[in-house]
């Protein structure tokens, strides 16, 4: 194997890395340290959402405290065991959970680096284009910094979203994954389930890393860890009220608090004798590409936990930014497939666009009063339209390259397909 390829050992932290680190922390501290910044970040719907919000937190919290069941008021729609959780952290100093959410974020950015080196280290047997063979693969420090730099990750962090223990669940599932260590991945993505229902979706590309025999083993690890935890959520609360709000919040949409996704407004417009149908579609179609996509790409088991993690963040009832984070870290462990995107500079500027005019818009509407939902909402779609369009060529790059590896004389020509 030539050097420009030669792996470095996963768990070596470099002096660079170890300032990278520091870096990412002392930025978040700085920002938590700012009640102005960090007080507005919790509020804001791109980031805070009914299933993910820090101050529905605190406040079902508060009633756990008080021996007040949590799930009567309809405001609290999270896991029981985060209750439990930062019920203890509450009586800790505040800067502790600036502290936990800094560290979760390098604990997810550490792991990135890891999952970066082992899929190199899964695929280099694999067939290579012969100008691969001269190109460096890329850093996995430079995987981690391209996350905790992210301005989405760090605006994430900040707003105090639950949504990160979601992300590093599914983080350390696919980690494990490509250990080899399937219980501990499935335990992890159970753990992921149990935060927010869509992770499930992540456990067919879990098990195409999977020996053929131990795949049923998995499966049960899965289902067995998920009824521990909810087993578990029982105790702490004391009835099952839990389900159908954390998991019946997800699937049927009680709370149209408006979001960076595309139920809201369109439940708001619907007629409800239409309601259940049209929850179902768009529910259904959420997990529909499961399927296409583990047959087409079984052998790319990590390409497709990535995708399926975009589906999920433009798909999902109630998305936040937070969700984008997590599939955008996963996107530069492909940069094999970087040569052969099309749409970078139109994704890029569609990111900006709303990211920009968002905020802009939904105080046109909510606090101007010159604007309506229509504003919003169509800024979303824009939002959108750019993930849409940066999973799509994606896709495309990954169908490319392989046809280009299967047929090299095909390299740089059109191929149309009768």
């Given amino acids: 194997m030539p050097p420009a390829q030669t792996l470095p050992p996963p768990y070596l932290l470099s002096r660079n890395t170890l300032l990278l680190y520091g870096g990412a922390i002392a930025i978040r501290l700085a920002l938590f340290s700012i009640p102005a910044i960090s007080e507005t970040l919790l509020q804001r719907v791109e980031l805070a959402t009914p299933v993910t919000s820090f101050k529905r937190l605190t406040e079902g919290t508060f009633l756990y405290q008080s021996h007040v069941p949590p799930y009567d008021g309809g405001v609290y729609h999270q896991a029981p065991l985060l209750l439990v959780v930062f019920s203890f952290l509450f009586q800790l100093p505040q800067v502790t959970l600036s502290l936990l959410y800094s560290l979760i974020d390098i604990v997810i950015a550490h792991t990135l680096q890891k999952i970066t080196i082992l899929k190199q280290q899964r695929e280099v047997d694999l067939p290579r284009l012969a100008v691969e063979e001269k190109l460096a693969l890329i850093d996995p420090t430079t995987v981690a910094a391209l996350y905790l730099f992210n301005p989405l990750s760090i605006l994430s962090c900040v707003s105090r979203s639950t949504i990160l223990f979601t992300n590093l669940s599914v983080i350390m599932a696919l980690f494990s994954g490509l250990s080899g260590r399937f219980s501990f991945s499935m335990m992890w993505i159970a753990l992921g389930s149990y935060f927010s229902v869509y992770p499930a979706m992540l456990v067919a590309p879990l098990l195409l890393m999977l020996p053929g025999q131990t795949k049923m083993i998995a499966l049960t690890t899965f289902g067995g860890s998920l009824l521990i935890l909810l087993g578990l959520s029982r105790l702490a609360v004391g009835s099952w009220d839990f389900i159908n709000a954390t998991y019946g919040v997800i699937l049927f949409l009680p709370d149209l608090t408006p979001n960076v996704g595309m139920f809201w407004y369109f439940f708001i417009e619907i007629f409800d004798q239409f309601r259940s149908f049209f929850l179902m579609v768009f529910q259904f179609h959420t997990?529909?590409?499961?399927?296409?996509?583990?047959?087409?790409?079984?052998?790319?088991?990590?390409?497709?936990?990535?995708?399926?993690?975009?589906?999920?963040?433009?798909?999902?009832?109630?998305?936040?930014?937070?969700?984008?984070?997590?599939?955008?870290?996963?996107?530069?462990?492909?940069?094999?497939?970087?040569?052969?995107?099309?749409?970078?500079?139109?994704?890029?500027?569609?990111?900006?666009?709303?990211?920009?005019?968002?905020?802009?818009?939904?105080?046109?509407?909510?606090?101007a009063g010159s604007g309506n939902?229509?504003?919003?909402?169509?800024?979303?779609?824009?939002?959108?339209?750019?993930?849409?369009?940066?999973?799509?060529?994606?896709?495309?790059?990954?169908?490319?390259?392989?046809?280009?590896?299967?047929?090299?004389?095909?390299?740089?020509?059109?191929v149309i397909h009768k």
């Fill in 373 to 414: 939902a229509n504003f919003y909402y169509a800024i979303t779609l824009v939002y959108n339209l750019g993930q849409v369009m940066l999973l799509i060529d994606l896709v495309y790059a990954m169908l490319r390259r392989e046809f280009d590896v299967a047929n090299p004389e095909a390299i740089g020509k059109q």
């Fill in 287 to 367: 997990f529909i590409f499961v399927a296409p996509l583990c047959i087409r790409f079984r052998h790319r088991p990590v390409f497709v936990l990535t995708i399926l993690c975009g589906i999920i963040a433009v798909f999902k009832s109630y998305p936040s930014v937070g969700d984008v984070t997590l599939y955008l870290a996963l996107v530069p462990v492909h940069d094999e497939l970087f040569k052969y995107c099309r749409y970078g500079f139109l994704v890029a500027n569609l990111f900006l666009y709303s990211s920009v005019l968002a905020p802009i818009f939904w105080h046109l509407w909510i606090y």
